[in-house]
T-cell receptor, first 115, second 115 residues
Framework: ETGVTQSPTHLIKTRGQQVTLRCSSQSGHNTVSWYQQALGQGPQFIFQYYREEENGRGNFPPRFSGLQFPNYSSELNVNALELDDSALYLC??????????????FGPGTRLTVL | DQQVKQNSPSLSVQEGRISILNCDYTNSMFDYFLWYKKYPAEGPTFLISISSIKDKNEDGRFTVFLNKSAKHLSLHIVPSQPGDSAVYFCAASAGMKTSYDKVIFGPGTSLSVIP
């Protein structure tokens, strides 16, 4: 059984560009959540996808968007990058859209730097 | 305005001694609390949780204490081991079965256990 994987590990972009981050869920998990962890802060919920549909969103602008595919892998897209988007982006997979969130399994994250 | 605070960014403890990590919250609606541990280059992993109907929960070397009147919880690690060196996040939510967007993370405390 493979865990949650994310790619790329690191990424450098310039302001105004677009970026796509990828996540492969743990085998059998149908729900994925994305978090942004800025330097010195805890993870902040961006949104969640359940069976390919968005199922909850945090306080992030529409330029943050996502996709979940039939194999339950997922993408986070960020348009018009801003300097403040520099952060560690974490995805977490789980078996159900809601429930005890101690059953979330996190990937190692993608470190995005916006110059 | 941080709803979950971890006022000690870092903590150093001698191997074999007790580590005490503290967390304060401001939202009186929070009734379920979790601790996550994060190693470098890895995602956070669930460690232990506590519901507000309890004031203590124990799992091996890890014990979490909750003081609802003070809106304070603490994680005790006894005895501390070098492998416990990691960043510890306190998280809180209003409801054990709530959706993930209601989970608020603190900024984390970096624990170093010195051999």
């Amino acid at each position: 059984e493979t865990g949650v994987t994310q790619s790329p590990t690191h990424l450098i972009k310039t302001r105004g560009q677009q970026v796509t981050l990828r996540c492969s869920s743990q085998s059998g998990h149908n729900t994925v959540s994305w978090y942004q962890q800025a330097l010195g802060q805890g993870p902040q919920f961006i949104f969640q996808y359940y069976r390919e549909e968005e199922n909850g969103r945090g306080n992030f602008p529409p330029r943050f968007s996502g996709l979940q595919f039939p194999n339950y892998s997922s993408e986070l897209n960020v348009n018009a990058l801003e300097l403040d988007d520099s952060a560690l982006y974490l995805c977490a997979s789980s078996l159900a859209a809601s429930g005890a969130y101690n059953e979330q399994f996190f990937g190692p994250g993608t470190r995005l730097t916006v110059l | 305005d941080q709803q979950v605070k971890q006022n000690s960014p870092s903590l150093s403890v001698q191997e074999g001694r007790i580590s005490i990590l503290n967390c304060d919250y401001t939202n009186s609606m929070f009734d379920y609390f979790l601790w996550y541990k994060k190693y470098p280059a890895e995602g956070p992993t669930f460690l232990i949780s506590i519901s507000s109907i309890k004031d203590k929960n124990e799992d091996g070397r890890f014990t979490v204490f909750l003081n609802k009147s003070a809106k304070h919880l603490s994680l005790h690690i006894v005895p501390s081991q070098p492998g416990d060196s990691a960043v510890y996040f306190c998280a809180a939510s209003a409801g054990m079965k709530t959706s993930y967007d209601k989970v608020i993370f603190g900024p984390g405390t970096s624990l170093s256990v010195i051999p």
